[in-house]
């Protein structure tokens, strides 16, 4: 196939070398196809100077010299469109103007993705200039429909060039992806992604409101840090409420959180019953090493003191996210270890207070795995960093007949990159007969609130679900979240970011309040 990129002369984004790199690359000499660059006329992205100016300052005082996929680099091209005698089959505008075919209706079918329903530059830099990521859609021209297909997170907002380059990354992915399907016969499709977020055009003016932003955010940062009011990770819980969906804003001072020391921080909590006790495991952070360990201690009841969790897992790498499940007459723990570059399987010997390393049960750096059972086989849910973009906004499923696999990634894997509904954030449970996932809404930033979305369809060609609510503390005691959420003995135990209270611990009134 003859694939044109147009782009806008006499510079090209650096994203663009990239996608010609990838699409012709591994294909060009087994499939015979024809990528080539296609510079058109008189609509050249012109960056107003405010936000120039705001890029170069991170490049050279903000330490970050080297190559961006937003950068726009000279082009040698020839400025002749396409050889009429040779015109492409498929074509993706990647210029700043918005159009349905490429000049002289060069090719029989054109994609253009947009973002946020805008053309390329005045949408990429409008959305992150309003810090938060764009909406990235495509339109064809072969249906004239716009499908929806990503939701990016960004995990610096404050930094463009770096939000830049998470939102391209998923581009790149999303283009390369649809021209795959284009070639082997079958036909794009949307993803169920949040609707877009409210639009701020003109982003010459957002530059330098921006500015000033970032210079406010530094400020309160460096305050709080003095006053020792900076926000840190804490788990905390409350009687378990008859309904398994809380309601969409919770009361803070209805929970009781675990006191830590100052010295560390607990967060991503998992509640186990077993024999008339509640275990809590809990991610443990030291702020000497940076590294996290799993910790356990046993919940008496609201209200009641808690010991200090002990360590119960430590490996050479961070570890967090521990999800502990029975099976086969045996006690298991799946944590997060991304770091490592594998999913491990953990078997305790004896419970609660040993784990040793089982099996590996995948080959590949998953964030915050949740593993359950559906129709007779075990399934795992995941957050994965694919090409560099962040892992708070990507979905990925395996499978297996047997616990120890052989596990099988599913074919249609990132099943969904949505940052307000992707990424795990607690076990999977059963509610009115469907299947119930706790995910990260990391719209607003990591650990801002959390999504409950039901799963519509689980099987080894599809994956669907409907975000039904999402969950956010109210604005008693500053707080962000929830980041997890988990069930068990009668407890419902989630995690939040707020400044350390006086005392080390709140503990609420007794009952479950909202």
Known sequence: MRIGLLVSAPHVPRYALDLEARLA?????????????????????????????????ERTLGGRARSWLADLVPSHIDLALVDAA?????????????????PNDTAARVLTPLFDGLPLERGLWSALLDRRAPL????????????????????????????????????????????????????????????PPHVRNGYSRLAPAFFTDRIARKARSAIAERLGRAPVWQTAWRKATTRTHPPSVLDVTRFQRLADDGQRYYADPFVFAHDGTTHLFVEELPYATGRGILSHTILQGYGQPVATPVPVLETAHH???????????????????????????????PFPLRWTLHATLVDAPLHDATIFRHAGRWWITAGLAPDGASSWDTLALYSAERLTGPWQAHPANPVLVDARSARPAGSIYEHGGALWRPAQDCTAGYGSALSLCRIDRLDDTGFAQSLATTLRFGREGDCAGPHTLNFGGGIEVVDLFAPRSTSGAEAGPSGAGA
């Open 25 to 57: 690359a591994p294909r060009a000499s087994s499939r015979g196809h024809d990528v080539r660059l296609m510079p058109t006329r008189g609509d050249a992205a012109r960056r107003p100077a405010s936000l120039a100016v705001l890029l170069e300052l």
């Open 136 to 195: 990235i859609s495509l339109h064809d021209s072969h249906s004239s429909e716009t499908l929806p297909l990503a939701l990016p997170a960004i995990e610096a907002p404050h930094r463009l060039l770096e939000s830049a380059e998470a939102v391209l990354a998923h581009l790149l992915r999303t283009l390369t992806d649809a021209v795959a399907r284009i070639i082997a016969g079958g036909s794009l499709v949307a993803m169920p992604v949040s609707p």
């Open 319 to 349: 570890l967090s996210y521990p999800l502990v499940f029975a099976a086969d007459g045996q006690f298991w723990m799946l944590p997060e270890c991304a770091a490592s570059g594998r999913l491990d399987l953990y078997r305790a010997d």
């Open 86 to 102: 040779s015109p492409p089959e498929l074509c993706i505008d990647l210029t700043s103007a918005t159009r349905e075919a490429p």
